[in-house]
């Protein structure tokens, strides 16, 4: 238990779905980041968002849509997805932005 | 890109032997990370090593730091077959957030 949880552990969803990854941390971080895991390839930093703020969003397309209503809450909004997004999605938490990242143990993430 | 690169991909060894996997990143940094994934699961923080620390133990870990060849190895000595995973370091350029690697993956036969 890393006091990283993230909601659902696995979906299944239409091309014309919308769903939400839910994500809370326990550890009274000030920083939160989405990271995509697809088979064969780098983590990839999504979005990071510090004291409710975000900082970072690396060119994800809009169809991914991050909401942080609170520091310890960070959600990721998904909605006519592609096959390709299909991967491990990972919510980790910091103090700041440099320190040690603690991972939830992600959301497979599967479109059909 | 400060992008890391381990390597190698995947490597195999035998329950109590050592194993060592290096990392190698392109650009300045402030601290470099490791991390350990089980299949299909979150990742799990092992080590940090700062810029200016050119060496760190925890357990039967071992990281070295090399600035000026911009490289680090992690060792995991007498491993067993619970250390199988994939290992993937992740460097901090001075406040830029974290890159990781595409990791080695370690297998450990009994």
């Known amino acids: 238990e890393t006091g990283v949880t993230q909601t659902p552990r696995h979906l299944v969803m239409g091309m014309t779905n919308k769903k939400s990854l839910k994500c809370e941390q326990h550890l009274g971080h000030n920083a939160m980041y989405w990271y995509k895991q697809s088979a064969k390839k780098p983590l990839e930093l999504m979005f990071v968002y510090s004291l409710e703020e975000r900082v970072e969003n690396n060119s994800v397309p809009s169809r991914f849509s991050p909401e942080c209503p609170n520091s310890s809450h960070l959600f990721l909004h998904l909605h006519t997805l592609q096959p390709e997004d299909s991967a491990l999605y990972l919510c980790?938490?910091?103090?700041?932005?440099?320190?040690?990242?603690?991972f939830g143990e992600g959301s497979r993430l599967t479109v059909l | 890109s400060q992008q890391g690169e381990e390597d190698p991909q995947a490597l195999s060894i035998q329950e109590g032997e050592n194993a060592t996997m290096n990392c190698s990143y392109k650009t300045s940094i402030n601290n470099l990370q490791w991390y350990r994934q089980n299949s299909g699961r979150g990742l799990v923080h092992l080590i940090l090593i700062r810029s200016n620390e050119r060496e760190k133990h925890s357990g039967r870990l071992r990281v070295t730091l090399d600035t000026s060849k911009k490289s680090s190895s992690l060792l995991i000595t007498a491993s067993r077959a619970a250390d199988t995973a994939s290992y993937f370091c992740?460097?901090?350029?001075?406040?830029?957030?974290?890159?990781f690697g595409p990791g080695t993956r370690l297998s450990v036969l009994p």
């Open positions: 980790a938490s910091s103090q700041d932005n440099t320190g040690e990242l603690f």
């Open positions: 992740a460097t901090d350029n001075y406040g830029q957030n974290f890159v």
